[in-house]
């Protein structure tokens, strides 16, 4: 049966329904535009079906399992035994919940939702082909086209995902049962987060890295709380390696590494995962028809409004730049839904805080102190170590620190870096801090809960200011 | 310790003055509230007052250099406070309070010849506001980066954005001007580069919004006194424009260059204007050409002329008056008037008979508020009289003339002219008019187009009272008369109401008895 060519026309057609595909097109129907969203494979894209929600479920029940495992210091002995299968059942019964309010969100605002992966024939005409044999495809109008297609895990030469031996961290968040040995390559925050995971849950994990750190990008002392905690859970890393191979071997596999100098060492495990970053998703667009080209990263660059070079195209999320975060895509969705309906939003966005959930987590936004100085500014920092909150020694978690940096002269939060137990919550108020341009003064003189983790960030503050009370001030 | 004294506003809305004499030298002891300097505002020389008691450090600005409200002019070593070493050089000296970004700023601004840009938010290429600060600049299309903030560090807030959008829309981001006020308030305009222009703008500032450098770069900009911004380069790092060591040191040489060269050229202007009160002249190809700054006074006036043709649209009604009568009465007044110490001129008469015919044709009393598209018609007589000064036009005001009797007018008169002939008059007499008249007959001529003080909506312009062939029954006669020349603001009123003005004059000046049942 040949389903013919359908044409439909709609104002706006939004491509990806992940965070920054579906809220650039619920933002744009409650705006009084037609909107149409096409998505091939599953509402919320990658982060509520293979991320960021899913990622957290089984770090949540990794942790869980740990801590009451390790809780004899508080009188608490126990021997908690994991169901792997029942930990798997529980986490996609929470991604069905989001995946599913997403898809009836969409449609309470009137969006009209498309199964299918679109490919451009023109700058105002997409084709979309229904997944399947035989199912047809058709023809969408638009006035306006947002690309928020995300991204894929990248792959290295050697290691093509078969999810069976050589894992993407998709693969890691679905196995049934818990492998005894793991290799891991790369120690970005995907990594870090799924080795961290794996061996509460009590995985030997071997990590290999090609720098001579974990977590690139993040101060050292911040890097070395997560990378000591790591270390202490029982995971070896091995820097400085970069993984060249592997073979079967019985059951598991034979991971080969090589050093700059060429020194070659093997690892054993049953499975290799492998977590070197991803990749945005361009490819299925056939951008070509309507003459855009991926910078080399794989990017679409976009203005200060999200549009492309291509007027009427925009951009959101991973496949307009880094940073590749969902909260990120979720924002340039609005501005950009907001900016077709004539509203004067732009991308103005001061800073896109980021989180690492490892053990402890990591939360950082706006400027370390080397970037301030970098940028003109005449830093100031001030920190309040966790083992100085009371709220901290009640948790039993008291490694990292709150860091507030902030302009001398003005005394204007740039940037904050949390290392410590709910560091990817406590961010947020730093983030609000830098987006509003609150002084230290504002931050300090806001009255925290006691006794809470949040009482560290005022801390730090008016450490920053040289007269914070439980801590000696630099 | 070091105190700078920065130049006060002296006058209401001054953005500007020029520093007429220095009265204090470097080394000179000083008092608080010792005068150290002669400024000349809007119209006036008012004297500047020590604000402490120590001794003259360093003089910033040139006697005839137009400098900037809040300029630092002066600095003074405080007593009992040790000195500061003497820096070692002119450029040092701009950087030497590198603990003060104020004045460090201020610096960098005149050295790169600008007058001064960008919201006091903006650091590190960044503008401190909130997302709706920001939201709503760009819905008024304001450059938030060219906000100036009231906030907390200099935040921008939403006032902030709408008080600039406002300002925007009055032009040159003035300041909204009260509805009335006087024509001889200053024209705010652009500030004037403080010297010759010609040196610093040899290397031109390249004014970036944000510059990549390394800190060591970024340490030898500040210690060097000049804005990295400004600092000119090819180099980028990241899309971003990047400036080396190198260029910083070349740039901050070019700028003592030309700073060099602008001291100089000061120099030589204010030593030709203490000789000669002129500042020098040149030859050109047709000739001898002397230059002589268009500033202070002459500039206000000019300012203020340039508004008033520019916008009201003018018309002048002309009308000989015989006034035979006036002369007879003003013969008859003059002993009565000297047994009681005063001098009657005619001016008092005049006047006493505009404010009984303005009361009559009260339009023409008025002011056009543009904005509010609303014509102020005033219900008090506020009546400028326009007098000829060395430095040039001025006109103090008579206020509520319409209260005052003939003899007080007349001392009146005569002392307002008095102080704007010596310049110690102040700002607030010559504000506040309500209608003007110009005397230009004093000098000579019949008639005239006096230029209205604008926004008032007329001016009255006299001739020479004297005899001139009049025809009466048939006759060609000599009687006194009185050439008048009325320009109105042909918006707000027509030549119809000129002319029934005139007439309503003539008469009290005809019959000035009539005055009497004023």
Redesign the interface.
Known sequence: MVVGDIATGTEVLVVGAGPGGYVAAIRAAQLGLDTTLVERDAYGGACLNRGCIPSKALITGADRVHGVANAEEMGIHADPAVDMKGMQSWKDGVVDRLTGGVEKLCKANGVNLVEGTAEFDSADRVRVAHGGEGQGSESVEFEHAIVATGSRPMQIPGFEFDGEHVLSSTDALELDTVPDELVVVGAGYIGMELSTAYAKLGTDVTVVEMLDDVLPGYEDDVARVVRKRAEELGVDFHFGEGASGWEPHGEGVKVTTETEAGDESTYQGDKVLVAVGRTPVTDTLALENVGLEPDDGGFLETDEFGETAVEGIYAVGDVAGEPMLAHKASAEGEVVAEHIAGE???K?F?AVPAAVFTDPEIGTVGMTEAE??????DPVVGQMPMNASGRALTLGETEGFVRVVA?G????V?GGQIVGPEASELVAELALAV???A?L??VGRTIHTHPTLAEATMEAVKNAQGHAIHTLNR | MVREFKLPDVGEGLTEAEIVEWLVEVGDAVTEDQPVAEVETDKAVVEVPSPVNGTVREIRAEAGEMVPVGDVIITFDVEGEEPEPEPADAAADTADDGDDPEAAVAAVAEASDDGGSGGTAQRGGRTFAAPSARRLARELGVDIGAVEGSGPGGRVTEPDVRAHAAADDTGDGEEPEPAVQSATRKVTDEPEPTTGAAGASAVEAAGRDRTLAAPATRKLAEDEGVALDDVPTDETRDGEAFVTPEQVREYAEAQRAAQAADAEAVQAESAGRAAADATGTEATAAGEVERIPYRGVRRTIGNAMERSKYTAPHVTHHEEVVVEGLVEARERLKPAAEARDSKLTYMPFVVKAVVAALKQHPVLNSQLDEEAEEILVKQYYNVGIAVATDAGLMVPVVKDADGKDMLTLADEVRDLAGKARDRSIAREEMQDGTFSITNFGAIGGDYATPIINYPETAILGLGALKQRPVVEEGEVVARHTLPLSLSIDHRVVDGADAARFVNTLAEYLENPELLLLE
Do not use: K, V
């Open positions: 004067p939003s732009a103005d001061q301030a100085a970098e940028a003109g500014f302009d002269e003005t005394g204007f740039l987006e509003l341009g002084t003064e504002d």
